[in-house]
């Protein structure tokens, strides 16, 4: 992969100071009123996410969806949205159901190659064990010129432990016992197993060296101002002062479809290995909730 993470077409999206203090200041009702906290992070990443691909008309696909804040915020700006999450109990943790969603692991999307034309993935890949296959199988699915866009808490910030922070800097495994005596529960994101550390420069090399065919056009401190930005290019530091890292990566290439139209003349069958419809997929790899696109 190649990276061009501290330059992009356009005029940069990171938000001003005062909109950097109002996120922030939003994480103290994470705990306490989750839906107010959740639908304003998830409009203001619609927002942000927009700025780097129109939403009207394209297929976009979040992965991590969990209750789809974010997927119904890029739904209401024009966006044909499929949410995927592999927890059953995240999709239902709200009385409502999405218009379009599908339980399925996110390391083994059961989609086509070259499907999306955004693929998301908010706050979810510090959620996994190793989030790599996660974002190749997002560059999978995504067509080529289509952006891949995901952000992570980082471990070692004030907030990479949740709701057991500060004390994850003891630990995480210390940190989880210590919450579970103060509050009579574990908490939700367990170390080591909802939860585990992201760094930011180690993540950011393993992308620039294992990954073919795509580009990082962006990478940045999601919660802070233009300003900021290249402390993510500053060993330890950014691991301190980053608190959650955006990535903005486009596919290079052509698509599936392209290779098999030049050999064959013709657009490959739905269904067929080369379309990777349907029925080139296990039925084990996704469980529909709903289906069809609005």
């Known amino acids: 992969m190649r990276c061009n993470a501290l330059k992009i077409e356009g005029r940069h999206p990171l938000p001003s100071l005062a909109s ?9 009702y994470e705990q ?19 700025l780097y691909i129109p ?7 979040e992965v991590g969806a969990g209750p789809g804040d974010l997927a119904e915020a890029i739904r209401r700006r024009g966006g ?17 159901l999405l218009a379009c969603a599908v339980q399925a692991d996110g390391c083994r999307l059961p989609l086509a190659e070259d499907t999306c034309d955004l693929v998301c993935a908010s706050n979810v890949l510090e959620h996994v064990p190793d989030p790599f296959p996660m974002a190749t199988e997002m560059i999978r699915v995504v067509k080529p010129g289509g952006i891949v866009f995901f952000n992570y808490t980082t471990w070692l910030s004030p907030f990479g432990g949740h709701e057991t922070s500060p004390w994850h800097y003891l630990g995480g495994a ?48 999601r919660y ?24 903005v990566i486009r596919k290079e290439g052509r698509s599936v479809h392209q290779d098999y139209r030049r050999g064959h003349g013709t657009t490959p069958p739905v269904g067929s290995e080369a ?20």
């Open 20 to 28: 950097s203090w109002s996120l922030l200041s939003a994480f103290r």
């Open 80 to 96: 044909r949205v499929l949410a995927v999450d592999s927890s059953w109990s995240e999709m239902h943790c709200r009385e409502r």
């Open 275 to 294: 379309h990777g419809g349907p029925e080139s997929l296990p039925a084990e790899r996704s469980r529909t909730l709903a289906t069809g696109l609005e």
């Open 55 to 61: 939403f009207e008309g394209k297929l976009i696909l």
């Open 32 to 50: 306490s009123d989750p839906d107010r906290f959740y639908r304003l992070l998830a409009e203001d990443t619609a927002a942000l996410v927009q």
């Open 174 to 221: 210390r940190a989880a016992k210590r919450y579970s005596k103060k509050y009579g529960h574990p908490p939700k994101n367990m170390y080591g197993e909802s939860l585990f550390p992201m760094g930011v420069h180690r993540f950011k090399k393993r992308l620039d060296s294992g990954i073919a065919g795509a580009t990082i056009i962006d990478a940045f401190p």
């Open 224 to 247: 802070f101002p233009r300003w900021m930005k290249p402390v993510v290019s500053v060993p330890g530091l950014s691991e301190l002062l980053t608190l959650n890292l955006a990535v």
